[in-house]
């Protein structure tokens, strides 16, 4: 049976497929729940680590595949996060356009009136990767 910790990390951000097949390979390395959830919950013990602990730094994370797996999780995350994040914030714009124009909404907000229409152009419903509210425009 696989620990619960696990499962508290990875949830919230990885599928129910996806979690045993990640499990497998930190474990490989290594890495426990605990040091997950470290890394998630505080990414800077990760991030500054090869400035902070010099040459071998990534002993710590399992080595160079661990550390490499670790960050990965932490850009999974992170790119969860930022795509709630994006979610909720064009919902809030909505709110907002909805009782004002979209240039007092801009003004207010300090960004371009562009950014706030741009927020309109991605239906709800868009894929969780590759969707503009959490990406710069496309070149």
């Known amino acids: 049976m696989i620990d619960v910790g696990w499962y508290l990390s990875l949830v919230g951000y990885r599928t129910a497929a996806e979690i045993p097949g990640v499990i497998e390979r930190l474990q490989a390395c290594g890495i426990t729940s605990e040091i997950l959830d470290k890394v998630l919950s505080a990414p800077d013990s990760l991030l ?6 010099g040459e071998d730094w990534a002993q710590d994370y399992g080595g160079p595949a661990g550390a490499a797996l670790l960050t990965a999780e932490l850009l999974a995350y992170l790119s969860h996060q930022h795509r709630l994040a ?7 714009v909505t709110e907002l356009v909805a009782t004002d124009s979209v240039a007092a909404v801009a003004g207010h907000l300090g960004i ?3 950014a706030v229409a741009r927020l309109f152009l991605v239906p709800p419903t868009s894929p969780p990767t590759g969707d503009a509210p959490t990406e710069g425009p496309t070149p």
């Open 112 to 114: 371009s009136e562009v």
């Open 86 to 92: 994006a979610l909720i914030h064009r919902d809030l």
């Open 48 to 53: 500054y680590a090869p400035e902070r602990d």
